[in-house]
Nanobody, 123 residues
Framework: VQLQASGGGLVEPGGSLRLSCAAS????????MGWFLQAPGKGRELLAG???????LYANSVKGRFTISRDNAKNSVYLQMNNLKHEDTGVYYC??????????????????WGQGTEVTVSS
């Protein structure tokens, strides 16, 4: 069982990045998925999640800027990040859980984690 995250990098404020997370060893379609940010010196926080029925949820800090999506045929989930800000800097992790709704905000509810991909927003 593996989640492989990719797509991070260095971007200027206002720029965009698209993160990808590919699953192997299990089928994503029956899981809710989340993208977490671990900023320097802080714990992991959920920025965006997508339930098994494709309904999304977003942290207030990214609403209107980030879009989460999934492609079950490719067993993958994505995070389109636009209008990036300095505070979006950190390591981004994708994760899978069987929990839905409010439980998705708790990182302890996630069963599988990717290795993380680093995003740096800097001029």
């Amino acid at each position: 069982v593996q989640l492989q995250a990719s797509g991070g990098g260095l971007v200027e404020p206002g720029g965009s990045l698209r993160l990808s997370c590919a699953a192997s060893g299990f089928t994503l379609r029956s899981y809710s998925m989340g993208w977490f940010l671990q900023a320097p010196g802080k714990g992991r926080e959920l920025l965006a999640g997508i339930r098994w029925d494709n309904s999304p949820l977003y942290a207030n800090s990214v609403k209107g800027r980030f879009t989460i999506s999934r492609d079950n045929a490719k067993n993958s989930v994505y995070l389109q990040m636009n209008n990036l800000k300095h505070e979006d800097t950190g390591v981004y992790y994708c994760a899978a859980t069987k929990v839905v709704y409010s439980g998705m905000w708790d990182d302890r509810q996630y069963n599988y984690w990717g290795q993380g991909t680093e995003v740096t927003v800097s001029s």
